[in-house]
T-cell receptor, first 118, second 110 residues
Framework: NAGVMQNPRHLVRRRGQEARLRCSPMKGHSHVYWYRQLPEEGLKFMVYLQKENIIDESGMPKERFSAEFPKEGPSILRIQQVVRGDSAAYFC????????????????FGEGSRLTVL | AQSVTQLDSQVPVFEEAPVELRCNYSSSVSVYLFWYVQYPNQGLQLLLKYLSGSTLVKGINGFEAEFNKSQTSFHLRKPSVHISDTAEYFCARGYQKVTFGTGTKLQVIP
């Protein structure tokens, strides 16, 4: 399966612990996006990354949340000192590099990581 | 800010009946519009997209959507739904930083 891979699919943490969510983009994709989906709500943009570079993090909470996409390995969304309000599904998507023939990259989504904070 | 609005949170429809899921977007010079489908406990899958050109866009699973600039709408339609179409549908817009609507749950009744 060459699709977007996210793990873990389910993660349970107690308040104050750290959560790390990983995302491997589709083969050939160098752009990664993280979205958060709260119950009964749509997806909210969090951050857009390329390899070793954060392009847009305007949707990331100012504290406790961070994201990286290293040269080697998956993209990681890290949530420190989790609180109950962080419980949500976190989706990763990837896209190809926009080009003249394909100026808009279709987003390919993983199946999500569902975080539950006790 | 660029936005999309899905007014209907739930749409029940009988099997083999037609369906329309509504989406309106805030006006902008250039608009890239998408419809995604999400089945329970899964990620989102692209149904169709409008980038430019023909205003009637055909997608997978028999869905189509029409880009209407004057009404700033991009409604999703299917002439005859199947039980397997039961899912949540999201309208979205944007380029790289994609903005999603709040979703419409389509419930197909046997």
């Amino acid at each position: 399966n060459a699709g977007v891979m996210q793990n873990p699919r389910h993660l349970v943490r107690r308040r104050g612990q750290e959560a790390r969510l990983r995302c491997s983009p589709m083969k050939g994709h160098s752009h990664v996006y993280w979205y958060r989906q709260l119950p009964e709500e749509g997806l909210k943009f969090m951050v857009y990354l390329q390899k070793e570079n954060i392009i847009d993090e305007s949707g990331m909470p100012k504290e406790r949340f961070s994201a990286e996409f290293p040269k080697e390995g998956p993209s990681i969304l890290r949530i420190q000192q989790v609180v109950r309000g962080d419980s949500a599904a976190y989706f990763c998507a990837s896209s190809h590099i926009p080009s003249r023939t394909q100026p808009v990259g279709e987003l390919f989504f993983g199946e999500g990581s569902r975080l539950t904070v006790l | 800010a660029q936005s999309v609005t899905q007014l209907d949170s739930q749409v029940p429809v009988f099997e083999e009946a037609p369906v329309e899921l509504r989406c309106n977007y805030s006006s902008s010079v250039s608009v890239y519009l998408f419809w995604y489908v999400q089945y329970p406990n899964q990620g989102l899958q692209l149904l169709l997209k409008y980038l430019s050109g023909s205003t009637l866009v055909k997608g997978i699973n028999g869905f189509e959507a029409e880009f209407n600039k004057s009404q700033t709408s991009f409604h999703l339609r299917k002439p005859s739904v199947h039980i397997s179409d039961t899912a949540e549908y999201f309208c979205a817009r944007g380029y790289q930083k994609v903005t999603f609507g709040t979703g419409t749950k389509l419930q197909v009744i046997p």
